[in-house]
Structures are given as structure tokens and as C-alpha cells.
């Protein structure tokens, strides 16, 4: 279904602070809402946003004046319909489409895939998010993702455990052991979580997979958005 508008809190330059693409000048795009409930989301709570039609988005984008062009959330992928006509004249216009998304809407991803360049897609552990596990969903999604650059991220805390990690990796490895898997301690309120445990976790799911790292949301300690 095609929607001529999107809710989007804000469009904005900053580096990112998170993945791959680490310290990367990027225009972020980010949408309002989400699927899900996480415990340690920061954007729950935002209830303001402007409604964009598709012109109006893709003239702010330009505006930014850089190459890559971040969206994010809340769960962008809840706007596939708006993104489905707004993507194409991105691309027509040289910019590189990097998707953050919780990856629960494999259906939605679908849709847009032919016009994303990098995927960068949550496991989220049940034990760090207080909610229900994903495990199928996500290893359907991941699947999905491959014919793109992606890349996995999960975000640990203090109560995140080991079987959730092992749980994570064994999702990854059965689709390719070679695709980045990133632990991210939780942020509260711009500190980064000392997690008790974070070298065994490290160590299992290095034993498993080819690129594990540990990464910080690097925007949130220096200060940015």
C-alpha cells in the first residue's frame, strides 16, 4: 500500500555512533513508532513528529548535503509504503540507503530491499529487552537481508544472559558465520553499562563466528546525536 506521508521526529547530520559504519557523517531519517517495547529503548516516550510527504523528505535530504542516509526509528520499516516511492528517487540521485531496524518485519523489508545498500538489524535478546524472544522472526529476516550488505547487533545488559547470546550466535551461524555480529552495552543516560560478563560473552560467540566485536554507542558518550 503506498502512503503519501510519513511521522518523522526529525532529520538531522551527525556521525554514526553505532556498527560498521562506525564515525560516519550520515543525514539520519528518524521515523516515529515501533512494533515493539524494549526496556532499554531511548526513543520510547517521543510522541512528536512532523508529517513528510515524500518531496518534502527527499528535498531535506538533499539539503544535508551527505551520501549516506540513515533510517532509523522507532522501526522505519513500519513506512515501506512511503519508502517504496521515496527510495527510488534517492537512489536516483547517488545517495547510499543504510537501514537500522529492529528486524522483526521481514514482509515490510521485503518490499524495499532492491534500494537499501546496508542493512544493520537487531537480535533482541528477550533477557536484555524484558519482552518476548524473536528467534525465528529473526533468523527469517537475516536470511532475507543477505542478498545486501548486513550486519547484527544486540544490545546487553546487566541481565542479559549467556543462553540468549549462544541463542543470538546460533541464528547468525546457521545463515553465515562470517556476518558481523556486534554486543552493544546498553546507554543510560549517556554512561555506557559495565556488564559483569561481557568477556564470556565475547569469547562464545567468537568461538562460533568470524567477526564478533564489542562496540559502544560512540554517539552518546561524546555527546552527539
Not at 502512503?3 to 550520515?26: D, P, R
Not at 518531496?55 to 540513515?70: D, G, M, Q, T, Y
Not at 518490499?111 to 524484558?130: C, N, Q, W, Y
Request: aromatic share 8%; glycine share 8%.
Amino acid at each position: 500500500m503506498v502512503m503519501k506521508s510519513a511521522k518523522i521526529v526529525e532529520v538531522f547530520s551527525s556521525i554514526q555512533g553505532e556498527g560498521v559504519c562506525l564515525g560516519q557523517q550520515q543525514t539520519f531519517v528518524r521515523f516515529y513508532g515501533c512494533n515493539l517495547r524494549c526496556g532499554f529503548c531511548d526513543e520510547a516516550g517521543k510522541n512528536k513528529f512532523k508529517e513528510y510527504s515524500g518531496k518534502e523528505l527527499v528535498k531535506a535530504i538533499i539539503k544535508k548535503n551527505n551520501r549516506v542516509v540513515s533510517l532509523t526509528g522507532g522501526e522505519p520499516l513500519l513506512y515501506a509504503g512511503f519508502l517504496k516511492e521515496v527510495l527510488p528517487e534517492l537512489k536516483k540521485k547517488g545517495f547510499i540507503i543504510y537501514l537500522e531496524t529492529n528486524g522483526t518485519l521481514k514482509n515490510k523489508l521485503l518490499e524495499i530491499v532492491g534500494f537499501l545498500d546496508i542493512i544493520s538489524m537487531d537480535i533482541k535478546l528477550p533477557s536484555s529487552t524484558g519482552g518476548k524472544a524473536f528467534w525465528k522472526v529473526h533468523s527469517d529476516f537475516l536470511k532475507a537481508s543477505t542478498r545486501k550488505k548486513v550486519f547484527v547487533k544486540s544490545v546487553i545488559t546487566n541481565r542479559t544472559t549467556l543462553s540468549d547470546i549462544k541463542k543470538a550466535v546460533s541464528v547468525i551461524e546457521k545463515v553465515n558465520k562470517a556476518v558481523f555480529f556486534i554486543l552493544q552495552p546498553a546507554t543510560n543516560d549517556d554512561r555506557v553499562q559495565k556488564i559483569k560478563h561481557i568477556q564470556k560473552f565475547l569469547s562464545v560467540s567468537s568461538s562460533r563466528l568470524d567477526n564478533v566485536r564489542l562496540m559502544p554507542q560512540v554517539h552518546k558518550i561524546l555527546g552527539v546525536r
